[in-house]
């Protein structure tokens, strides 16, 4: 049975891997820590080359016209960037907690079919100075880069910057 959400109440830490991370298992807890991720269409995850990928469903994220919701957009691109930070700090062994400091987006086309969303450092040495900040003041900031493909068309960029917080 699932801890019942309630507000100020902070959700119990997924432990943290003994390897590599099992991503439908981070996703299956992401969704009952944060309940709107349920909602959002995420159907896979995956990460290479420093990148988290994301295939997700255009239905639930429907406005009015038929096309993807930006709310919903944003929302997801604030999510993914979170989500890379909070598993990059996994796979350093840290269990620290994440908030987007700054955040945002540029629409380019009309997302009209189920569509990827990416989210990679900004800058190549971003993970580098993080861990240099971390180790050397136990927090930090990261800026982070999303894309938005529905096919091979660009609909969405966005950027953000997300902080580390110290250990308690």
Known sequence: MRPTRQPGMPYPRLPLPEGEEDLIA????????????AALGITRMSQA????????????????KGTGFGGALTAQTTLQGWCWVTLWLRQQGRAQDVVVAEASQRFLAPVTGDYRMTCAPRHPDGPAK??????????????????????????????????????A
């Open 26 to 37: 981070f996703q299956r807890w992401l969704e009952a820590a944060i309940p709107m991720v």
């Open 49 to 64: 080359n420093g990148a988290l990928t994301w295939q997700l469903a255009l239905t639930p994220n429907l406005n009015d």
């Open 130 to 167: 993080l861990a240099a900040k971390l180790s050397e003041r136990g927090k930090g900031s990261i800026e982070l880069t999303h894309q938005l493909y529905c096919g091979d068309a660009l609909c969405l960029e966005a950027t953000g910057r997300y902080a580390v917080l110290p250990n």
